[in-house]
T-cell receptor, first 113, second 113 residues
């Protein structure tokens, strides 16, 4: 079974700092990898999707990279803002549909004004 | 746009009681999913419905039943609640069976005493 790990579990940074969140997975035969954001008491919102043939995706201040061979992905957040405070989860999808989507436990980010 | 709506938002049950969690989506999506989220663990798939009229087990189906009532609605039933089912439950939908475009509801926080 695919194992997805996110370290650290929690991170606090001052406003304006650039930061990197990490995601590692045990099986490199993946179809795609997604990064989600979860606000307290809310569901998950998709931020970025990287297909297996891609190495990175960018959206505004967010940049996600994927290194399948090493089983790692990073989410880079530039010039962090208090509104970025949330839990960030990665999810790895293998071929085969809903039973082959595996979520990490998330990193809870706090951006201090 | 309502998106994915879950009811209720909170529920407390006693061991052995039954209840149904409701989920409805207004995006004309074909596929719907039920996940549970527990501290220190990634989201785990309980059941899913790839299309109206079909349902399939996910990773943790024991103790649950589902009904795809129509294209919009997908309910999750606990016949005899157990403390191990204390969790936050999320319903999600996607346009097709591909999990690339998951849209989540805001969750139901269930406590079983």
């Amino acid at each position: 079974k695919q194992e997805v790990t996110q370290i650290p579990a929690a991170l606090s940074v001052p406003e304006g700092e650039n930061l990197v969140l990490n995601c590692s997975f045990t099986d490199s035969a993946i179809y795609n990898l997604q990064w989600f954001r979860q606000d307290p008491g809310k569901g998950l919102t998709s931020l970025l999707l990287i297909q297996s043939s891609q190495r990175e995706q960018t959206s505004g201040r967010l940049n996600a990279s994927l290194d399948k061979s090493s089983g790692r992905s990073t989410l880079y957040i530039a010039a962090s803002q208090p509104g970025d405070s949330a839990t960030y989860l990665c999810a790895v999808e293998k071929w085969g549909g809903a039973n082959n989507l595996f979520f990490g436990t998330g990193t809870r980010l706090t951006v201090i004004p | 746009n309502a998106g994915v709506t879950q009811t209720p938002k909170f529920q407390v049950l006693k061991t052995g009681q039954s209840m149904t969690l409701q989920c409805a989506q207004d995006m004309n999506h074909n596929s719907m999913y039920w996940y549970r989220q527990d501290p220190g663990m990634g989201l785990r798939l309980i059941y899913y419905s790839a299309s109206e009229g079909t349902t399939d087990k996910g990773e943790v189906p024991n103790g649950y039943n589902v009904s795809r009532l129509n294209k919009r609605e997908f309910s999750l039933r606990l016949e005899s609640a157990a403390p191990s089912q204390t969790s936050v439950y999320f319903c999600a939908s996607s346009p097709t069976g591909a999990v690339l475009s998951l849209h989540f509801g805001n969750g139901t926080r269930l406590t079983v005493t």
